[in-house]
């Protein structure tokens, strides 16, 4: 059988041949540039490969360093911490510490006292701004075995000149419950105003009671040594006690007068003789005191119209004194008297003594809703200088804007010698404070 051989219809063998050569000839001609891509490709490849580690190594060393920091800084913070808590442990202990001598202290600074300030004018006279003080009053007590408390009086003079006096300073020691031992320079104990009222927010009048100022009739102060203290007498009664040893009281001269007896404390002793005195009162039942006051000893003349007198010859001086006291509901109700005399001497620059005494009763109300307190006072002083003696009766109105501070108005009817201040009557306003 005779085969045939199959062929595309229009091609012939020569055409064949020449494309076959055809795509020979540019495949050899392209083998060399493509080689070329070929090479740069893998260089690249290789340098991409390089770059690639080496940025696997950076990462890696920037890993290792940002763990070391973070270890660092960890060690920073819990270190800071443990500083912080430190500090939080101590400022807790501190407090705790605080705490505990807050509640059993073993020594206390306290700082109180009091100021004023008032005007006054007088019947047909011409009116001023005549009160401007401040007393100040520090205590320091350790334990429950000694106190230090003093007083100072700093006041505004008439010719604006400041004036500063200490009122009383003292060491004091509690031998017990029921006695104290005190030294120094302290108030008198001679019956109730000078000790316990006088102060201006405490006293319910804006003046004294004639005669318990300065130089009159009622001791205000003492150097020397007091024991003091109080009892139980059954569960509502009570006895109080006081007895002191001092220099005692000086004596001036004026015009060939007893100036008065000057009793303010003094650390001087001219005659050498000691006044030894006291004050004892019972309480029946509470807020209803009686007391009696008495001292005895020797004065001296230490001054004659300015000139210090020496050696001038020692005189008997005795002090005596009566008080009571109620307060009931809204009333308070208290009354006081006391005197000293001097007595004569012969052999002295100035042989005549001399007495000065007085007394008061006072009594006050409080009001509506005890913001407001009427008070009315008596009083009747005698002096060995008829100029001095005076009878006083004083009418006041208080507004009590707290506990501790009060303004006062009040009137003063006064009856003395004529032309002498003590027989014009008097209106005193007053702002007192204490703290």
């Not at 190594?57 to 973070?70: C, G, N, V």
């Not at 206390?108 to 100021?115: D, E, N, R």
């Not at 300015?306 to 009354?335: H, I, K, P």
Request: a negative charge; zero cysteines; aromatic letters at 10%.
């Amino acid at each position: 059988m005779k085969m045939t051989q199959n062929r595309i219809p229009g091609a012939s063998p020569f055409r064949g041949s020449f494309l076959a050569a055809l795509a020979v000839f540019v495949l050899a001609a392209a083998m060399p540039a493509l080689a070329q891509d070929l090479a740069q490709d893998a260089t690249r490849m290789e340098e991409l490969e390089a770059r690639t580690a080496a940025i696997m190594e950076e990462l890696a060393a920037l890993r290792a360093e940002l763990e070391l920091a973070k270890k660092e800084t960890a060690s920073v913070e819990i270190e800071t911490l443990r500083t912080e808590v430190a500090q939080i442990a101590e400022i807790a202990q501190r407090a705790e510490t605080s705490t505990l001598a807050r509640d059993n202290p073993i020594s206390v600074t306290h700082l109180a006292g009091y100021a004023a300030a008032g005007y006054s004018t007088t019947k047909d006279g011409t009116g001023s701004f005549d009160v401007a003080n401040f007393n100040p009053i520090f205590h320091f007590q350790y334990a429950d075995r000694i106190l230090w408390e003093s007083e100072l009086e700093i006041d505004v003079g008439d010719n604006g000149e400041t004036e500063v006096g200490l009122e009383y300073s003292t060491i004091d020691i509690f031998l017990n419950d029921n006695f104290a031992f005190v030294a120094g320079k302290f108030i008198s104990p001679i019956g109730q105003f000078r000790q316990n009222i006088h102060p201006s927010w405490i006293n319910k009048a804006p003046s004294a009671p004639p005669g318990f100022g300065h130089d009159a009739a009622a001791p205000a102060a003492e150097v020397g040594f007091q024991l003091r203290g109080g009892a139980l007498v059954s569960e509502t009664s009570k006895i109080t006690y006081s007895a002191y040893v001092g220099n005692g009281p000086v004596l001036a001269v004026e015009d060939g007068e007893l100036h008065g007896i000057e009793s303010g404390g003094f650390t001087g002793d001219a005659d050498d003789e000691k006044v030894v005195g006291g004050r004892f009162s019972l309480l029946p039942i509470p807020k209803l005191e009686f007391g009696l006051s008495a001292a005895f000893g020797d004065v001296a003349i230490v001054e004659n119209d300015g000139m210090e007198v020496e050696d001038d010859a020692a005189r008997s001086y005795d002090v005596f004194g009566a008080d009571a006291a109620y307060q009931w509901n809204n009333f308070d109700l208290r009354a006081e008297y006391v005197h000293q005399k001097i007595g004569n001497q012969a052999l002295s620059i100035l042989p005549e003594g001399g007495t000065w005494k007085t007394w008061y009763a006072q009594g006050a109300y409080k009001f509506a809703q005890a913001k407001w307190e009427g008070v009315l006072r008596y009083t009747d002083y005698h002096s060995p200088h008829p100029e001095q003696s005076q009878e006083q009766v004083l009418v006041g109105l208080n507004y009590l804007l707290t506990a501790n501070a009060v303004i006062k108005l009040a009137y003063e009817y006064n009856d003395g010698l004529n032309g002498e201040l003590t027989n014009k009557d008097r209106i005193m306003f007053q702002i007192a404070y204490g703290y």
